[in-house]
């Protein structure tokens, strides 16, 4: 599986972003496809997952509310909507893709095999 995520950039405080993550493989039945994020100096985290076969989205709580991970099946991409941006959403956000992964393991960044380059997010006045 081949990722590559866009859509990042410098948006003030209370703005919106909708990232994107152009998926590339010869059948991604089984994949689940997540966005991580990486502030300087904290951990890799975890923000939301979805199955790309028989539905089931799934956000951290610490963006639930404001964040939504979507699809679209015939172009194969992931879109992560990003609304009511905070100073604290500052990070570089990367998408992954894993397979057969059960939803319990979806938060764990080391489930997934594949990962895309990361596409930095600024939220600043």
């Known amino acids: 599986v081949q990722l590559q995520a866009s859509g990042g950039g410098l948006v003030q405080p209370g703005g919106s972003l909708r990232l994107s993550c152009a998926a590339r493989a010869r059948t991604l039945n089984s994949v689940a496809v997540g966005w991580f994020r990486q502030a300087p100096g904290k951990e890799r985290e975890w923000v939301a997952s979805?199955?790309?076969?028989?539905?089931?989205?799934y956000h951290s709580d610490s963006i639930k509310g404001r964040f939504t991970i979507s699809k679209e099946s015939a172009k194969n991409m992931v879109y992560l909507q990003m609304n009511t941006l905070r100073p604290e959403d500052t990070a570089t956000y990367y998408c992954?893709?894993?397979?057969?992964?059960?939803?319990?393991?979806?938060?764990?960044?080391?489930?997934?095999?594949?990962w895309g380059q990361g596409t930095q997010v600024t939220v600043s006045s």
């Open positions: 979805l199955r790309w076969s028989g539905g089931g989205a």
């Open positions: 992954a893709a894993g397979r057969g992964l059960i939803v319990s393991s979806m938060p764990d960044s080391d489930k997934y095999d594949y």
